[in-house]
Antibody, heavy 121, light 107 residues
Framework: QVQLVQSEAEVKKPGASVKVACRTS????????ISWVRQAPGQGLEWMGW????????HFAQNFQGRVSLTTDTSTNTSYMELKNLRSDDSAVYYC??????????????WGQGTLVTVSS | SYVLTQTPSLSVAPGQTATITCGGD??????VHWYQHKPGQAPRLVVY???VRPSGIPGRISASNSGNTATLSISAVEAGDEAAYFC??????????FGGGTILTVL
């Protein structure tokens, strides 16, 4: 079955970077895109960006422009999200989710299990 | 940005129907997708493209979208339906937008 399995929880200091992995299986990786979504404690879902696994095309939410990097590794069917210059309000659960390939549209299905990132001095 | 408005919480007795709304300016002109999110779990797609249920989602769940309101209905509510429900669309300028979520409590 289609699965997205994310890397383990991370604890980082302010100003550091974090890189979260999303390993996929059960479908042709390059036929889809991956979006990244986060949820801070007590908050709703916030879309961060999307990457096409086919050609690496990327779109980002304005809030994260310049601070987030999205990459894919087609040899391991894995997508990565790196968030730089971390602040305390970046503490959240970060999710990857499968989406369309050609453009950042449509629905997200399925989702990874989430990766808790805690930013604390 | 495009704003989606959801009622924060809703309580329903078992066996009754839960109606969850998602308001947005002319949301009827957009495709709306709905997710169920239980604590500690990954969000789960329950409806896409306004009214289509993915495989495995029970027929008790239905949805519609018109005018300024999209609606998710869950009939014959049971304890396992307790969760937060989020609506989602894509803004014209690109970003995906989520509603604030409705926490459904089964009494």
């Amino acid at each position: 079955q289609v699965q997205l399995v994310q890397s383990e929880a991370e604890v980082k200091k302010p100003g550091a970077s974090v890189k979260v992995a999303c390993r996929t299986s059960g479908y042709p990786f390059i036929n889809f895109g991956i979006s990244w979504v986060r949820q801070a404690p007590g908050q709703g879902l916030e879309w961060m960006g999307w990457i096409s696994a086919y050609d690496g095309d990327r779109h980002f939410a304005q809030n994260f422009q310049g601070r987030v990097s999205l990459t894919t590794d087609t040899s391991t069917n894995t997508s990565y999200m790196e968030l730089k210059n971390l602040r305390s309000d970046d503490s959240a659960v970060y999710y990857c989710a499968r989406g369309r390939s050609g453009a950042p549209t449509g629905w997200f299905d399925p989702w990874g299990q989430g990766t808790l990132v805690t930013v604390s001095s | 940005s495009y704003v989606l408005t959801q009622t924060p919480s809703l309580s329903v007795a078992p066996g009754q129907t839960a109606t969850i709304t998602c308001g947005g300016d002319n949301i009827g002109g957009k495709s709306v997708h709905w997710y169920q999110h239980k604590p500690g779990q990954a969000p789960r797609l329950v409806v896409y493209d306004d009214l289509v249920r993915p495989s495995g989602i029970p027929g008790r769940i239905s949805a519609s979208n018109s005018g300024n309101t999209a609606t998710l209905s869950i009939s014959a509510v049971e304890a396992g339906d307790e969760a937060a429900y989020f609506c989602q669309v894509w803004d014209l300028s690109g970003p995906a937008e989520f509603g604030g979520g409705t926490i459904l409590t089964v009494l």
